[in-house]
């Protein structure tokens, strides 16, 4: 098959993957906390779910930044994350995860429905 044709072939099916991921749902909100022992429950939940869903292990643990090693290689389909705690107004607080990998085919866990799971675990949902 001429090299053209992969290429072409490729590009086809990355569109495809590109709308079937629901890249035009509404954005899966943050969480959200009061600062003291809400935040403080929900940042130790946001530890906990990540150090049992990512494919990486944390590399950086801080009261505002979780991140783990990774993606790294392209093939890999196990999940990488980053969570922030972000100030807001006042005493409140969002919790922000972006979670993916770096497999154009996909990752061991579509990346929405981990970040979902996510947002119900850390909530309390």
Known sequence: MPMRM???IFAILSVA???STGQNL????PVTCTAGKDCD???SRAVAWVSQNSGFKIQVQTDSLIQ???PGEPDTTNLAATVNKVAKTGDQYEIIAKIGC????????E???????FVKFVGGI
């Open 6 to 8: 992969l290429a072409l």
């Open 17 to 19: 993957a590109c709308a």
């Open 26 to 29: 509404p954005p899966i909100p």
């Open 41 to 43: 429950a929900k940042w």
């Open 68 to 70: 783990t090693y990774g």
């Open 102 to 109: 770096a497999n154009l085919i996909g990752c061991t866990k």
């Open 111 to 117: 990346p929405r429905a981990a970040l979902t799971d």
